[in-house]
């Protein structure tokens, strides 16, 4: 079974109590039991992790592509406006990366609106809310079925 990683970036791990106004009620658990039943959908296993710290995104990043993980999904927080390291650790693998942000960063503070991971990414979802992360799932499944085609 393929295995798409779901990757957290910092605070998220505060979702459903840090500024509910902005990322809504929903916590990362919730989150999980998402994409774990959206991954399960397709016929894919789900490696869900949060981490408050870069190196240990960018150690994942490169496990997901030692293991061939058929797509990375990513929510890199505040890493989005400011690491070049997950880029670069993004940009050595071959498997599809979706950014996905809760909010519509856009609509937000100048310096959340330029995203270094977005060069990586073969999509962006913002503003969907959680369920971006299972828009993300479901387009890696398109792509990899296109890819098949």
Not at 55 to 73: F, R, S
Not at 93 to 105: L, M, R
Not at 112 to 133: D, E, L
């Amino acid at each position: 079974m393929a295995t798409i990683y779901v990757l957290n970036g910092p605070n998220l791990n505060l979702l459903g109590t840090r500024e509910p106004e902005v990322y809504g009620r929903a916590t990362l658990k919730d989150v999980e039991k998402l994409c774990r039943d959206a991954g399960q959908k397709h016929g894919f296993t789900v490696e869900f992790r949060q981490s408050n710290h870069e190196g240990q995104l960018v150690d994942w990043i490169q496990e997901a592509h030692a293991q061939q993980a058929a797509g990375i999904v990513i929510n890199p927080a505040a890493y989005t406006h400011t690491s070049i390291a997950i880029l670069d650790a993004l940009l050595m693998g071959k498997a599809p990366t979706i950014e996905v942000h809760i909010s519509n960063i856009h609509a937000r503070d100048e310096f959340r609106r330029h995203s270094y991971v977005s060069k990586a990414a073969k999509a962006v979802i913002c503003g969907f809310g959680v369920q971006g992360y299972v828009l993300a799932i479901d387009g890696i499944a398109a792509m990899i079925d296109t890819s098949k085609g």
